[in-house]
C-alpha cells in the first residue's frame, strides 16, 4: 500500500487538469488523506481564499509554501 507524500494540514498548490478550467488556482490546504483505487493516493483539500472543499488526486498536486501558524 502506498503512502500519502502529503500531510494535514499541509499547503498544496493545485495543477489544474485538461477538464479543470473552473477550478480557482492557488493555495489548498490538505484536509483529510483518502484511500483511494489502488495506486492512487486522494486528499481532501480546502481553498485558501474561498473556502471550497474538493476531492483532488496527488497527481494534481505540488507542494506549497510551509503552513504558517499563529
Known sequence: MATHL???GQNVEFIA????????RGLYTVVR???GPANVREYRVKHQ???????V???????GPPAVFS
Open 57 to 63: 488526486p496527488e497527481n494534481q498536486l505540488r507542494g
Open 17 to 24: 487538469g485538461r477538464f479543470d478550467g473552473n477550478v480557482p
Open 6 to 8: 502529503y500531510t494535514v
Open 33 to 35: 488523506q483518502l484511500p
Open 49 to 55: 481564499q474561498d473556502g471550497h472543499e474538493r476531492v
